[in-house]
């Protein structure tokens, strides 16, 4: 199976963002946000102390954001992965992945929709959809937001690209 058209032009959109910030760590368990792209003026600051001023002024561009199972993988081998402890994934996700840039996005298991995300300096985030219809934790493995579209992804083989609504 060939993975449909809308999905691979919304992944590659993705390629040539920089992140610049990297939202996991306490209280959110394995699940993070990555801020792609350029930095847009949100339209209500965030009032979050816990995130950086920028952030809280700023939203990117791009986003991905992820519920399900991942790793990330680094040219010595893995790095960090959703098993790992809120604070371990917060400090070595940001230290990895912060000021790195995407160079592509890729479906790896069509019809499974896992999600490869490869940086520059050899770092790969391979994110392994998990979630499956029933009672799923999340009611969906992540998603990628453009500036005029979504990526909804899961649970089990359910996607969706929809309009992003501003």
Known sequence: MTVPADMRRVLRALAGKPCWHVSAGPGVGSTFQLALGAKVP??????????????????????????????????????????SEDEVVDRLLTR??????????RITVPLAWDLEVAFDR???????CDHLPGDPSFD????????DRELAVGPGR????VPRRR
Not at 140 to 147: C, D, M, R, S
């Open 158 to 161: 359910k996607w969706e690209v």
């Open 42 to 83: 949100r339209a209500r600051p965030l009032a979050n102390p816990a995130q950086p001023p920028a952030y809280r002024k700023f939203e990117g561009e791009c986003a991905l954001m992820v519920w399900c199972a991942w790793r990330l993988d680094g040219p010595q081998g893995p790095v960090v992965s959703s098993d």
């Open 140 to 147: 969906g493995n992540y998603e990628v937001v453009l500036p």
């Open 96 to 105: 990895a992945l912060r000021g790195r840039t995407v160079e592509r996005a």
């Open 122 to 128: 050899a770092l790969v985030l391979r994110v392994l």
